[in-house]
Protein backbone atom coordinates (compact mmCIF):
# COMPACT_ATOMS: atom_id res chain seq x y z
CA UNK A 1 0.00 0.00 0.00
CA UNK A 2 2.50 2.27 1.29
CA UNK A 3 5.41 1.62 -1.30
CA UNK A 4 8.53 3.60 -1.53
CA UNK A 5 7.28 5.82 -4.41
CA UNK A 6 4.29 6.91 -2.62
CA UNK A 7 6.68 7.38 0.78
CA UNK A 8 8.81 9.66 -1.09
CA UNK A 9 5.74 11.56 -2.85
CA UNK A 10 4.17 12.31 0.79
CA UNK A 11 7.62 13.13 1.52
CA UNK A 12 8.39 15.89 -1.24
CA UNK A 13 4.73 16.96 -0.62
CA UNK A 14 5.23 17.92 2.76
CA UNK A 15 8.24 19.73 2.05
CA UNK A 16 6.10 21.36 -0.67
CA UNK A 17 3.73 22.01 2.01
CA UNK A 18 6.17 23.58 4.15
CA UNK A 19 7.68 26.03 1.72
CA UNK A 20 4.00 27.46 1.17
CA UNK A 21 3.65 27.73 4.22
CA UNK A 22 6.74 29.63 4.64
CA UNK A 23 5.73 31.98 1.60
CA UNK A 24 2.51 32.60 2.81
CA UNK A 25 3.68 34.14 5.86
CA UNK A 26 6.54 35.83 4.54
CA UNK A 27 4.16 37.67 2.26
CA UNK A 28 2.17 39.08 4.78
CA UNK A 29 -1.15 39.17 3.22
CA UNK A 30 -3.73 38.40 6.21
CA UNK A 31 -6.34 40.62 6.59
CA UNK A 32 -5.90 44.06 8.40
CA UNK A 33 -7.20 43.52 11.73
CA UNK A 34 -7.32 46.66 14.06
CA UNK A 35 -7.94 45.92 17.29
CA UNK A 36 -11.32 45.85 18.71
CA UNK A 37 -13.17 49.04 20.07
CA UNK A 38 -16.77 49.51 21.05
CA UNK A 39 -17.88 50.42 17.55
CA UNK A 40 -16.59 47.40 15.68
CA UNK A 41 -16.49 44.63 18.83
CA UNK A 42 -20.45 45.63 18.22
CA UNK A 43 -20.41 44.95 14.69
CA UNK A 44 -18.88 41.51 14.78
CA UNK A 45 -21.15 40.62 17.62
CA UNK A 46 -24.04 41.52 15.35
CA UNK A 47 -22.35 39.47 12.14
CA UNK A 48 -22.23 36.74 14.64
CA UNK A 49 -25.04 37.06 16.76
CA UNK A 50 -27.95 39.00 14.66
CA UNK A 51 -30.64 40.38 16.36
CA UNK A 52 -29.28 40.35 19.77
CA UNK A 53 -29.57 43.26 21.92
CA UNK A 54 -26.24 43.56 23.76
CA UNK A 55 -26.87 44.23 27.37
CA UNK A 56 -23.24 45.51 28.25
CA UNK A 57 -20.00 45.05 26.51
CA UNK A 58 -16.63 44.58 27.95
CA UNK A 59 -13.96 45.50 25.09
CA UNK A 60 -10.78 43.60 25.36
CA UNK A 61 -7.52 45.97 26.51
CA UNK A 62 -5.51 44.39 23.75
CA UNK A 63 -8.24 44.80 21.22
CA UNK A 64 -8.58 40.88 20.55
CA UNK A 65 -11.69 39.89 22.10
CA UNK A 66 -14.92 41.03 23.65
CA UNK A 67 -17.57 39.60 25.98
CA UNK A 68 -20.88 40.91 26.01
CA UNK A 69 -23.95 40.27 27.82
CA UNK A 70 -27.34 39.59 26.62
CA UNK A 71 -29.54 38.56 28.80
CA UNK A 72 -28.89 35.09 30.36
CA UNK A 73 -26.09 34.81 28.08
CA UNK A 74 -22.38 35.57 27.36
CA UNK A 75 -21.43 36.26 23.86
CA UNK A 76 -17.80 35.95 23.17
CA UNK A 77 -16.03 37.28 20.30
CA UNK A 78 -12.34 36.52 20.01
CA UNK A 79 -9.52 36.42 17.37
CA UNK A 80 -8.39 33.44 15.49
CA UNK A 81 -6.10 34.28 12.91
CA UNK A 82 -7.25 37.12 11.17
CA UNK A 83 -10.32 37.43 11.75
CA UNK A 84 -13.35 37.47 14.68
CA UNK A 85 -15.27 34.10 15.70
CA UNK A 86 -18.28 33.71 17.98
CA UNK A 87 -19.50 31.63 20.66
CA UNK A 88 -22.20 31.94 23.10
CA UNK A 89 -21.85 30.38 26.92
CA UNK A 90 -24.68 30.94 29.61
CA UNK A 91 -23.99 34.27 31.50
CA UNK A 92 -23.37 32.44 35.22
CA UNK A 93 -20.48 30.28 33.58
CA UNK A 94 -18.90 33.72 31.96
CA UNK A 95 -19.27 35.53 35.31
CA UNK A 96 -17.33 32.67 37.52
CA UNK A 97 -14.41 32.19 34.83
CA UNK A 98 -11.02 31.97 36.19
CA UNK A 99 -9.39 35.19 35.40
CA UNK A 100 -5.46 35.28 36.37
CA UNK A 101 -2.46 37.48 35.35
CA UNK A 102 -4.47 40.20 33.48
CA UNK A 103 -6.74 37.09 31.41
CA UNK A 104 -10.31 35.95 31.52
CA UNK A 105 -10.23 32.38 30.21
CA UNK A 106 -13.73 31.15 29.24
CA UNK A 107 -14.30 27.64 28.99
CA UNK A 108 -16.54 27.58 25.80
CA UNK A 109 -17.49 23.97 25.61
CA UNK A 110 -17.11 23.00 22.14
CA UNK A 111 -14.32 20.75 20.59
CA UNK A 112 -14.02 23.11 17.43
CA UNK A 113 -13.53 26.27 19.59
CA UNK A 114 -12.28 24.83 23.22
CA UNK A 115 -11.78 28.10 24.88
CA UNK A 116 -10.99 31.54 24.79
CA UNK A 117 -9.08 34.29 26.77
CA UNK A 118 -9.97 37.63 26.83
CA UNK A 119 -7.70 40.18 28.43
CA UNK A 120 -9.54 42.23 30.72
CA UNK A 121 -8.63 45.00 33.80
CA UNK A 122 -10.36 43.05 36.32
CA UNK A 123 -12.71 40.35 36.68
CA UNK A 124 -15.63 40.14 37.37
CA UNK A 125 -16.76 43.59 37.43
CA UNK A 126 -17.29 44.68 40.51
CA UNK A 127 -20.76 45.53 40.22
CA UNK A 128 -21.55 42.24 39.27
CA UNK A 129 -19.19 40.47 41.90
CA UNK A 130 -21.14 38.50 44.41
CA UNK B 1 -6.36 2.33 -22.81
CA UNK B 2 -4.04 3.51 -20.31
CA UNK B 3 -5.29 5.02 -17.50
CA UNK B 4 -3.65 8.45 -15.43
CA UNK B 5 -4.86 9.93 -12.29
CA UNK B 6 -5.26 13.60 -13.06
CA UNK B 7 -4.66 14.70 -9.55
CA UNK B 8 -1.33 13.53 -9.37
CA UNK B 9 -0.32 14.96 -12.77
CA UNK B 10 -2.04 18.48 -11.68
CA UNK B 11 -0.05 18.84 -8.56
CA UNK B 12 2.49 20.66 -9.96
CA UNK B 13 -0.02 22.90 -11.54
CA UNK B 14 -1.49 23.48 -7.79
CA UNK B 15 1.53 24.34 -6.07
CA UNK B 16 2.40 26.98 -8.76
CA UNK B 17 -0.62 28.22 -9.18
CA UNK B 18 -0.64 28.59 -4.78
CA UNK B 19 2.92 30.37 -5.37
CA UNK B 20 1.51 32.82 -8.05
CA UNK B 21 -1.44 33.78 -6.31
CA UNK B 22 0.80 34.56 -2.81
CA UNK B 23 3.62 36.23 -4.86
CA UNK B 24 0.74 38.50 -7.26
CA UNK B 25 -1.04 39.38 -3.88
CA UNK B 26 2.09 40.43 -2.29
CA UNK B 27 3.11 42.33 -5.04
CA UNK B 28 -0.91 44.10 -5.07
CA UNK B 29 -1.45 42.56 -8.56
CA UNK B 30 -4.42 40.05 -7.59
CA UNK B 31 -7.33 39.94 -4.77
CA UNK B 32 -6.13 37.26 -2.14
CA UNK B 33 -5.58 36.85 1.21
CA UNK B 34 -3.70 34.22 3.14
CA UNK B 35 -2.65 33.53 6.43
CA UNK B 36 -0.19 31.39 7.28
CA UNK B 37 -1.45 29.29 10.47
CA UNK B 38 -5.05 28.88 7.92
CA UNK B 39 -2.64 28.23 4.59
CA UNK B 40 -1.07 25.78 6.68
CA UNK B 41 -4.14 23.89 8.29
CA UNK B 42 -5.54 23.66 4.86
CA UNK B 43 -2.79 22.06 2.71
CA UNK B 44 -2.22 19.85 5.70
CA UNK B 45 -5.82 18.78 5.34
CA UNK B 46 -4.64 18.31 1.53
CA UNK B 47 -1.80 15.94 2.31
CA UNK B 48 -3.55 13.87 4.78
CA UNK B 49 -6.33 13.60 2.59
CA UNK B 50 -4.33 11.98 0.04
CA UNK B 51 -2.93 9.81 2.78
CA UNK B 52 -6.72 8.65 3.62
CA UNK B 53 -7.54 8.55 -0.06
CA UNK B 54 -5.01 5.63 -0.80
CA UNK B 55 -5.93 3.77 3.07
CA UNK B 56 -9.73 3.65 1.69
CA UNK B 57 -8.65 3.39 -2.31
CA UNK B 58 -8.36 -0.31 -1.93
CA UNK B 59 -11.98 -0.80 -0.59
CA UNK B 60 -13.56 1.44 -3.34
CA UNK B 61 -12.14 0.09 -6.17
CA UNK B 62 -12.75 -3.44 -5.35
CA UNK B 63 -16.21 -2.42 -4.50
CA UNK B 64 -16.64 -0.86 -8.16
CA UNK B 65 -14.99 -3.53 -9.88
CA UNK B 66 -17.17 -6.57 -7.77
CA UNK B 67 -20.40 -4.17 -9.02
CA UNK B 68 -18.71 -3.84 -12.45
CA UNK B 69 -18.83 -7.62 -13.12
CA UNK B 70 -22.55 -7.59 -12.69
CA UNK B 71 -23.25 -4.82 -14.60
CA UNK B 72 -26.06 -3.84 -17.12
CA UNK B 73 -24.23 -2.74 -20.26
CA UNK B 74 -20.87 -2.67 -21.45
CA UNK B 75 -19.67 0.65 -22.35
CA UNK B 76 -16.88 1.35 -24.26
CA UNK B 77 -14.04 2.98 -22.98
CA UNK B 78 -12.65 4.33 -26.20
CA UNK B 79 -16.22 5.89 -27.69
CA UNK B 80 -16.50 9.68 -27.32
CA UNK B 81 -20.29 9.21 -26.23
CA UNK B 82 -19.30 7.24 -23.46
CA UNK B 83 -17.20 10.30 -22.15
CA UNK B 84 -19.53 12.53 -22.60
CA UNK B 85 -22.18 10.36 -21.06
CA UNK B 86 -19.66 9.43 -17.87
CA UNK B 87 -18.82 13.53 -17.76
CA UNK B 88 -22.53 14.06 -17.37
CA UNK B 89 -23.63 11.45 -15.14
CA UNK B 90 -20.51 11.53 -13.26
CA UNK B 91 -21.21 15.60 -12.34
CA UNK B 92 -25.01 15.03 -11.74
CA UNK B 93 -23.62 11.93 -8.90
CA UNK B 94 -21.38 15.05 -7.35
CA UNK B 95 -23.94 17.45 -7.17
CA UNK B 96 -26.27 14.81 -5.13
CA UNK B 97 -23.16 14.00 -3.14
CA UNK B 98 -22.23 17.50 -2.40
CA UNK B 99 -25.81 18.02 -1.57
CA UNK B 100 -26.62 15.24 0.88
CA UNK B 101 -23.10 16.50 2.45
CA UNK B 102 -24.37 19.62 3.69
CA UNK B 103 -27.54 18.52 4.19
CA UNK B 104 -27.08 15.46 6.58
CA UNK B 105 -25.14 15.85 9.46
CA UNK B 106 -23.35 12.70 9.33
CA UNK B 107 -21.90 13.36 5.68
CA UNK B 108 -20.93 16.90 6.72
CA UNK B 109 -19.02 15.66 9.22
CA UNK B 110 -16.67 15.04 6.39
CA UNK B 111 -17.46 17.54 4.14
CA UNK B 112 -17.05 20.50 6.81
CA UNK B 113 -13.44 20.69 6.40
CA UNK B 114 -13.45 21.82 2.94
CA UNK B 115 -15.53 24.72 4.18
CA UNK B 116 -14.17 25.70 7.86
CA UNK B 117 -11.23 28.43 6.61
CA UNK B 118 -12.59 31.80 6.89
CA UNK B 119 -10.34 32.28 3.58
CA UNK B 120 -11.77 31.67 -0.08
CA UNK B 121 -7.96 31.36 -1.94
CA UNK B 122 -6.30 28.39 -4.02
CA UNK B 123 -5.09 26.89 -0.74
CA UNK B 124 -8.59 26.31 0.15
CA UNK B 125 -9.26 24.23 -2.48
CA UNK B 126 -6.55 21.68 -1.29
CA UNK B 127 -8.41 21.58 2.09
CA UNK B 128 -9.88 17.99 1.93
CA UNK B 129 -11.48 15.55 4.18
CA UNK B 130 -9.53 12.92 6.14
CA UNK B 131 -12.59 10.88 6.45
CA UNK B 132 -14.68 10.76 3.27
CA UNK B 133 -14.18 7.37 2.62
CA UNK B 134 -15.67 6.21 6.31
CA UNK B 135 -18.41 8.18 5.74
CA UNK B 136 -19.04 5.74 2.96
CA UNK B 137 -20.03 8.85 -0.03
CA UNK B 138 -18.13 6.84 -2.47
CA UNK B 139 -21.10 4.39 -2.64
CA UNK B 140 -22.51 7.08 -4.56
CA UNK B 141 -20.26 6.65 -7.62
CA UNK B 142 -21.16 2.57 -7.61
CA UNK B 143 -24.75 3.26 -9.83
CA UNK B 144 -22.18 3.87 -12.76
CA UNK B 145 -20.13 0.74 -12.63
CA UNK B 146 -23.45 -0.69 -12.45
CA UNK B 147 -24.54 0.88 -15.24
CA UNK B 148 -21.38 -0.60 -17.41
CA UNK B 149 -18.87 2.04 -17.06
CA UNK B 150 -15.38 0.69 -16.35
CA UNK B 151 -14.16 1.74 -13.01
CA UNK B 152 -11.23 3.10 -14.28
CA UNK B 153 -12.92 5.31 -16.49
CA UNK B 154 -15.40 6.09 -13.32
CA UNK B 155 -12.02 7.40 -11.25
CA UNK B 156 -10.67 9.55 -14.42
CA UNK B 157 -13.73 11.39 -14.70
CA UNK B 158 -13.57 12.11 -10.46
CA UNK B 159 -9.87 13.31 -11.17
CA UNK B 160 -11.25 15.83 -13.62
CA UNK B 161 -13.80 17.04 -12.03
CA UNK B 162 -11.54 17.37 -8.53
CA UNK B 163 -9.25 19.03 -10.80
CA UNK B 164 -11.65 21.76 -12.73
CA UNK B 165 -12.67 22.53 -9.00
CA UNK B 166 -9.30 23.26 -8.03
CA UNK B 167 -8.94 26.40 -10.08
CA UNK B 168 -12.53 28.08 -8.70
CA UNK B 169 -11.55 28.54 -5.30
CA UNK B 170 -10.20 32.66 -5.73
CA UNK B 171 -11.18 36.00 -5.53
CA UNK B 172 -8.78 36.53 -7.74
CA UNK B 173 -11.53 36.17 -10.99
CA UNK B 174 -14.34 37.52 -10.29
CA UNK B 175 -17.07 37.44 -13.36
CA UNK B 176 -16.22 35.25 -16.50
CA UNK B 177 -18.36 35.42 -20.03
CA UNK B 178 -22.24 35.48 -19.56
CA UNK B 179 -22.18 31.94 -21.30
CA UNK B 180 -19.63 30.12 -19.28
CA UNK B 181 -21.37 31.52 -15.83
CA UNK B 182 -24.79 29.26 -17.14
CA UNK B 183 -23.06 26.61 -17.80
CA UNK B 184 -20.12 26.38 -15.34
CA UNK B 185 -19.43 26.11 -12.14
CA UNK B 186 -17.06 29.70 -12.04
CA UNK B 187 -14.71 31.32 -8.99
CA UNK B 188 -18.36 33.39 -8.44
CA UNK B 189 -20.55 30.51 -7.86
CA UNK B 190 -18.06 28.56 -5.73
CA UNK B 191 -17.27 31.88 -3.54
CA UNK B 192 -21.52 31.88 -2.51
CA UNK B 193 -21.05 28.12 -2.07
CA UNK B 194 -18.30 28.73 0.57
CA UNK B 195 -19.94 31.81 1.73
CA UNK B 196 -21.70 31.57 5.71
CA UNK B 197 -24.03 34.57 4.67
CA UNK B 198 -27.47 33.37 4.91
CA UNK B 199 -28.83 34.17 1.88
CA UNK B 200 -25.67 31.95 0.46
CA UNK B 201 -25.96 29.23 2.59
CA UNK B 202 -26.55 25.87 0.87
CA UNK B 203 -26.50 27.07 -2.45
CA UNK B 204 -24.23 26.13 -5.58
CA UNK B 205 -23.72 22.09 -4.66
CA UNK B 206 -22.43 21.94 -8.53
CA UNK B 207 -19.29 20.58 -9.93
CA UNK B 208 -18.67 21.17 -12.85
CA UNK B 209 -22.08 21.67 -14.28
CA UNK B 210 -23.66 24.66 -12.98
CA UNK B 211 -26.96 23.98 -14.84
CA UNK B 212 -27.60 20.95 -11.67
CA UNK B 213 -27.98 23.71 -9.64
CA UNK B 214 -30.01 25.93 -11.75
CA UNK B 215 -32.27 22.24 -12.81
CA UNK B 216 -32.44 21.50 -8.88
CA UNK B 217 -33.40 25.10 -7.38
CA UNK B 218 -30.05 25.31 -5.45
CA UNK B 219 -28.42 28.19 -7.78
CA UNK B 220 -27.82 31.20 -5.85
CA UNK B 221 -25.71 34.15 -7.85
CA UNK B 222 -23.44 36.31 -6.00
CA UNK B 223 -24.54 39.46 -5.20
CA UNK B 224 -22.22 42.63 -5.58
CA UNK B 225 -24.18 44.05 -3.10
CA UNK B 226 -23.82 41.11 -0.40
CA UNK B 227 -19.93 40.40 -0.39
CA UNK B 228 -19.23 36.65 0.78
CA UNK B 229 -17.91 36.27 4.21
CA UNK B 230 -16.35 32.50 4.21
CA UNK B 231 -16.56 29.38 6.41
CA UNK B 232 -18.86 27.76 8.42
CA UNK B 233 -22.12 29.31 10.87
CA UNK B 234 -20.01 28.88 13.52
CA UNK B 235 -16.44 29.39 12.85
CA UNK B 236 -13.27 27.37 14.11
CA UNK B 237 -11.13 28.68 16.98
CA UNK B 238 -8.55 26.63 16.54
CA UNK B 239 -5.86 25.74 14.25
CA UNK B 240 -5.06 22.24 15.61
CA UNK B 241 -5.45 20.02 12.64
CA UNK B 242 -6.98 17.40 14.52
CA UNK B 243 -9.39 19.33 15.72
CA UNK B 244 -10.00 20.81 12.86
CA UNK B 245 -9.98 17.36 10.87
CA UNK B 246 -12.36 15.50 13.25
CA UNK B 247 -14.45 18.31 15.52
CA UNK B 248 -17.85 17.31 13.57
CA UNK B 249 -17.71 13.79 14.26
CA UNK B 250 -16.60 14.21 18.12
CA UNK B 251 -19.64 16.57 18.16
CA UNK B 252 -21.81 13.79 17.01
CA UNK B 253 -20.41 11.50 19.30
CA UNK B 254 -20.77 13.70 22.30
CA UNK B 255 -24.30 14.11 21.12
CA UNK B 256 -25.47 10.79 20.64
CA UNK B 257 -23.36 10.07 24.12
CA UNK B 258 -25.69 12.57 25.59
CA UNK B 259 -29.02 11.54 24.26
CA UNK B 260 -28.87 7.73 22.34
CA UNK B 261 -32.55 7.72 21.75
CA UNK B 262 -31.90 10.90 19.02
CA UNK B 263 -29.51 8.95 17.24
CA UNK B 264 -31.22 9.07 13.91
CA UNK B 265 -31.22 12.95 14.15
CA UNK B 266 -27.95 13.40 15.32
CA UNK B 267 -26.72 10.97 12.46
CA UNK B 268 -29.18 11.90 9.68
CA UNK B 269 -30.99 15.37 10.28
CA UNK B 270 -29.67 18.40 8.54
CA UNK B 271 -26.54 19.98 10.79
CA UNK B 272 -27.93 21.87 13.30
CA UNK B 273 -31.08 19.68 13.86
CA UNK B 274 -31.36 19.35 17.88
CA UNK B 275 -34.12 17.48 19.44
CA UNK B 276 -35.14 20.30 21.19
CA UNK B 277 -34.59 23.24 18.47
CA UNK B 278 -31.98 24.63 20.74
CA UNK B 279 -29.65 24.57 17.76
CA UNK B 280 -30.15 26.09 14.54
CA UNK B 281 -30.16 24.65 10.80
CA UNK B 282 -29.71 26.34 7.75
CA UNK B 283 -33.16 26.72 6.58
CA UNK B 284 -33.74 27.95 10.12
CA UNK B 285 -30.93 30.63 10.18
CA UNK B 286 -32.71 32.22 6.62
CA UNK B 287 -36.01 32.11 7.93
CA UNK B 288 -34.81 34.45 10.63
CA UNK B 289 -32.63 36.49 8.29
CA UNK B 290 -35.30 36.43 5.61
CA UNK B 291 -38.70 36.64 7.61
CA UNK B 292 -42.12 36.46 5.57
CA UNK B 293 -43.46 39.97 5.24
CA UNK B 294 -46.87 41.03 6.39
CA UNK B 295 -49.07 39.93 3.26
CA UNK B 296 -46.78 38.67 0.67
CA UNK B 297 -46.54 34.96 0.24
CA UNK B 298 -43.96 32.57 0.22
CA UNK B 299 -42.66 33.27 -3.37
CA UNK B 300 -40.91 36.58 -2.54
CA UNK B 301 -39.99 35.17 0.81
CA UNK B 302 -38.08 32.22 -1.20
CA UNK B 303 -36.83 34.92 -3.89
CA UNK B 304 -35.16 37.10 -0.90
CA UNK B 305 -33.94 34.24 0.59
CA UNK B 306 -32.04 32.92 -3.42
CA UNK B 307 -34.18 30.33 -3.51
CA UNK B 308 -35.47 27.13 -1.29
CA UNK B 309 -33.36 26.93 2.11
CA UNK B 310 -31.62 23.45 3.01
CA UNK B 311 -29.55 23.26 5.81
CA UNK B 312 -25.80 24.26 7.21
CA UNK B 313 -23.02 24.92 6.21
Known amino acids: MFNQAFLIQVAASGAAVAALVGLAAWARIARPLNPLDDATARFHLGEEFPGRPIDRLWVATDGAGALARSGASALVLCRVGDAYIGRQIPWAQALSAAFRDGRITLDLSDVAAPKATIVLPAWPPADLAA | ?313
Open chain 2, 1 to 313: MKTFDPVTLATPFFIATVILEIVLARLNKVEARYEARDTAVSLTLGLGSTIAGVLIAGVSFAASLWVYQHRLFTIPMNAVWAWIAVFLLEDLTYYVFHRLSHERRIWWAAHVNHHSSTHYNLSTALRQTWTGGVAGTWLLWLPLSLLGFPPAMVAIEKGISLVYQYWIHTETIRRLPAWFEAVFNTPSHHRVHHARNPRYLDRNYAGILIVWDRLFGSFQPELDEEPCRYGIVKNLGTFNIFRVAFHEWIAIAQDLVRSPRHALGWLFGPPGWSPDGSRETSAQIKARAFPPLHGEGTARQSRARGGEAVTGS
